[in-house]
């Protein structure tokens, strides 16, 4: 199928492409990498007046680190944190997650900020996020506001953005130097979208040990105290061990009895990447 006519327009600002989206009065999309949108548009899923493409506004293209933590771009895209341009100090696992998205072509033009407003709940980037208690920064060209992940995201294929506001980046803390992440993913074949996926972070300096289930029917699950799921106080390299009742519980709740096992193995798998 082809798309429905739409017009085009390249934003060089974040006052210009809030502009076009606000003259458009919800009528207009903007456009990053169109790994996603592409397809909606050629199925008629996504009709829009205007596309406005955003990847040449350089606010969205750059990583900034500071001694707080590191500023992601919403334009940065999977390749560059799988290449290591935006080497973060620290966080070894974005590079790793980039990795494991699609194949290359996809994450030549996927960009971060894309999956995060897509949304799709089987995507790679809102689990190991919500993890590391990533931020979403959001304007409307003038207005800046900062929400975290969890509140981003309010359903599948759903965000919180309005009117003319677009994600302009994704602000994440920097963890402490004893902090690890893990994330493992059970998909059908290498690259594929999740079946089900986890991902945990277990930092001893900051006492942190959350575990985040994710491809759920929805946003995903976030346990802020993995020792309710996960067995016994967790010592790096120590075994893990999942407490069978409790997540199978917090599964039935979140209404992912179905393929129980898929969550189980993968949320043990990325407790055993954070441990190792
Ligand atoms: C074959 C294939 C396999 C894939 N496999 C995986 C996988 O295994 N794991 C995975 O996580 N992903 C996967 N993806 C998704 C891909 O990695 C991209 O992340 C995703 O397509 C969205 O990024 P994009 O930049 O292309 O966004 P686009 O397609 O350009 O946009 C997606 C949506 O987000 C909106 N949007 C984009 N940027 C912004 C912004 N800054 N502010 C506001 N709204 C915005 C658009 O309006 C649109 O609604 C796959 C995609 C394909 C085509």
Redesign the pocket.
Known sequence: MQPAKFEFARARSLGEAATILRQASGSA???????????MLNLRLARPSVLVD?TAIPE?TRIEEDGDGVMIG??VT?SDLEDGRARVDGLPILATVAAG??YRA?RN???V???L??ADPA???LPVLCALAAECVVTDGSRVRRVPIQGFVTGAFEVM?EGAE??QAIRIPRPSRAARCGYYKVSRKA???ALASAAVLFDREGERFRAVIGATQGRPIVVEDARSILRGVPQPGGAVELDATAAGALLRRAQLPAHMRLYTTALVRAAAQAMA
């Open positions: 999309k903007v456009i990053a990498g169109g790994q996603s949108l592409g397809p955003i969205l919403a334009c999977t998205i699609a996809v033009r996927g960009t900020g894309g999956s407003c897509h995507g790679d980037w953005l677009l994600l690259g594929e979208f």
